[in-house]
């Protein structure tokens, strides 16, 4: 089976690499080995090493256990777009203006 080619911004690369950095990094500082994250995860060693990487292939599934079996770090997951600012204002810009309501005579 071949691997699907996916295209991601360079910014977002560098995000994906960043976070995969820091999963790693957090897994060092509990002593823990990759054969025991992955077990925890639910995922192959070789997925692990990919997410300790930032790819874009890996699922978010993949991220998202490995960071619970860090010991609940995937909690963190729901502060993504949590406050969408651009997409407020483009909301606040279909709003219908307020109109005062007719008098009935």
Known sequence: MSKKSVVVMPDTQRILEKMGEQIK??????????????????ISRATLW???????????GAYAATLHALGGMDRDLELVAKDDVFGRKLQDLNLPSRRRAKRSR
């Open 25 to 42: 990094l957090a897994r060092l500082r509990r002593n823990l080995a990759t054969e025991l994250v992955a077990e925890r995860a639910g």
């Open 50 to 60: 990919a997410v300790e990487k930032g790819s874009p292939t890996v699922a978010i």
